[in-house]
């Protein structure tokens, strides 16, 4: 990791309160917080212009598609568009072709991540070889390269063998890394493709029912239970889970959670069209749901938001429903969705935002410079908001190469003006720091 460059930056209000502050960023790390602050000439100035600044968000689930398939994203668009969403680091998902069960693979994103610079990108290895759930992969091997692979998951599928489950979180644990479990009985969702409820029953969608993941979780946080393990669970979508969670915890069981973006916004009355770019595993639920989630995200019951940020190409999307890949772009419109349902609605203020954004993830995933207070001597890992500008999402105008957002001529209430990675500046006004108007864009659009 670079040391980090030295900034002032000027007029900003730290988790929006208070009057505004500069701060003083020297060699990466927070040197002064205060008014009137000054610095040599030569140091890079960035005017705040009375923004929020909140500790950079950290993704806990993110896929960025390289190995394989760089057609849909790359680790630089992929860390370009985490970057203006206000991350500085996110988890890149095993579920790459070659699938990342080995430390070559978790090595390389690890390394491909840190040339680009502009996230600090974790690859997450495979619990299992393949994803294929007969064989714990070598999370030890992992764990030991230069990656420090410190988050496991097969997600895209569930570990849905018991006892391989319970082995994986056991091994975890002697290797203190954490487990994240994409909770879903395959027994149960054979051929579905949406929320088994009304809404697929009159459109005819064979339906995904809620049991398929609230099983895995109960079991999961039961196999944790008896392991001493942690365990962690994937996209939580329905409000049994919250339930289970709450109980689980209520045993002192090591269980967290994380929920998407849309599935706290979104719900299955957008099905009607029958649009695939409304497809994601698990489905879009119902209202109900939304509003339960969104409790329990105020509430600490689900620890964090991750995007489940996952791009595919047109052609995989733009096909008949049943057909389509499942998924949905997440990193540059997550915050705007948070603040929709979570600050607009009074759930959140900007401190909870920060802690579900940034703190716990990085508390979770236990990342030790990221997630921290704004404060002297911490690193200065920084997302600026302007909570006065709005700005209406168009996929094709998104860093990401793919551009399956749901939320295309949305308004988003806020946005980010600047991200700050070891206090360099990543993005600034809706451009990476990888997009620079000087050099062209190369076939992927990303400007080296
Ligand atoms: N969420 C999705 O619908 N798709 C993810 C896999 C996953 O998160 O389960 C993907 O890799 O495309
Ligand atoms: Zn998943
Ligand atoms: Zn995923």
Redesign the pocket.
Known sequence: MSAGQSILITDVRPYGEGEPVDILVRDGVIAEIGTGLSAPDDVERLAGEGAIALPGFVDM?T?LREPGREDTETIASGSAAAALGGYTAVFA?A?TDPVADNSTVTDGVYRAGRDVGLVDVHPVGAVTVGLRGKQLAEMGMMAAGAAGVRMFSD??KCVDDPLLMRRALEYATGLDVLIAQ?AEEPRLTVGAVAHEGPTAARLGLAGWPRAAEESIVIRDALLARDAGARVHI??ASTEGTVELLKWARAQGISITAEVTPHHLLLNDSRLETYDPINK??PPLREESDNLALRQALADGVIDCVAT?H?P?ASQDKCCEFAQA????LGLETALGVVVETMVTTGLLDWRGVARVMSERPAEIVRLPDHGRPIAVNEPANLTLVDPNRSWVVAGDELASLSDNTPYEAMTMPVTVTATLLRGAVTARDGVAANQGAESGPDEHGVIA
Request: hydrophobic share 20%; net charge negative.
């Open positions: 689930h896929h998902m579920n997600d895209g994409h994937c996209h994601v595993n489940d996952a595919h890949r499942p998924g949905m």
